[in-house]
């Protein structure tokens, strides 16, 4: 399968490549050039091309001659504004989406967020408190989350109307261990990650939007989805990294309530 990563140069990328690039041939995108070869892929197949996702001409180039695309190009920022966050995670959402479904382009996974639910987080984080499962409707906790749910949304519009199927990824916040316990519910690990999109890439599935995370102590976020669907069996845990890391804020906003008068 030919697959476009974008995004290419960011720190996502970099953990996902290697172990995209063992089974399929890839073609790397970013505004930026990526860090290419990256370790591992040395002796990959791999093109790469530069230019902006936002522009439709750039976006239909890259749309054409691929099986798949793994769009992680965005801005990754949870306490950024509209004026960063509506270019990267807006406007470029839309043009890749209009490439592909012209260029007829089968399958598109999609990196979202755990902050597109991150508004359920807090709920399900009291004691006693349900997890968070994906079919209950977005609620972000920021306007990085709402960016998130609004590419979902997108997402499900194509898949309606052409023949390309979508499936979002509600990503956790993806390292190779977590830096800090603010990490250690939503972490998700580098092999758990490949897992997840390489699933991703493969299954029988017309839409859907799945939380990944790993297999942490604390399941948050209910992962059933994602284990039923994609057949996701996460390999790493949390709980294997947190002796001696210090303490450190949740990864999840906090819904800033306003006087409603
Ligand atoms: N980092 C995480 O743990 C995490 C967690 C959940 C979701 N995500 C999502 O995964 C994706 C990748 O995150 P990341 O941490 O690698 O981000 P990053 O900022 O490291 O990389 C994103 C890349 O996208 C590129 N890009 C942005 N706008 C572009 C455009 N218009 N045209 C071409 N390239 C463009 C940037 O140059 C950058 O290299 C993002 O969509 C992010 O929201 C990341």
């Given at each position: ?92 959402v839309t043009t ?53 749910v609004f590419a ?68 948050v976020f209910d ?39």
């Amino acid at each position: 399968m030919r697959v476009l990563i974008t995004g290419a140069a960011g720190g996502v990328s970099r953990l996902l490549v290697p172990q995209l690039a063992e089974h399929h041939r890839l073609r790397l995108t970013d505004v930026r050039p990526p860090p290419y070869p990256i370790d591992g892929t040395e002796t990959a197949e791999a093109e790469v091309l530069l230019g902006d996702l936002a522009d439709p001409a750039v976006a239909a180039r890259l749309c054409d001659d691929v099986d798949a695309i793994v769009h992680l190009a965005g801005n990754p920022r949870p306490g950024d504004g509209w004026d960063l966050l509506r270019g990267p995670n807006v406007d470029a959402v839309t043009t890749i989406f209009d490439g592909a479904s012209q260029a007829g382009v089968a399958r598109i996974v999609l990196a979202s967020s755990v902050h597109a639910m991150g508004g359920h987080y807090w709920r399900a984080d009291e004691p006693g408190g349900p997890p968070v499962q994906d079919d209950q409707a977005p609620h972000p906790c920021c306007r990085y989350g709402a960016t998130k749910v609004f590419a979902e949304a997108a997402a499900r519009v194509y898949a309606d109307a052409y023949p390309l199927s979508v499936v979002c990824l509600r990503l956790g916040g993806c390292l190779p261990a977590p830096p800090h316990r603010g990490w250690l519910d939503t972490w998700l690990g580098v092999t758990d990650l490949g897992q997840a999109v390489r699933r991703a890439l493969q299954a029988d599935i017309r839409f859907g939007t799945y939380t990944i995370t790993s297999a942490n102590p604390r399941q948050v976020f209910d992962l059933s989805a994602a284990r039923n669907d994609l057949g996701y069996a996460p390999t790493e845990t949390s709980v294997a990294c947190a002796d001696g890391l210090p303490d450190g804020p949740s990864t999840m906003c906090r819904p800033q309530m306003r006087d409603r008068r």
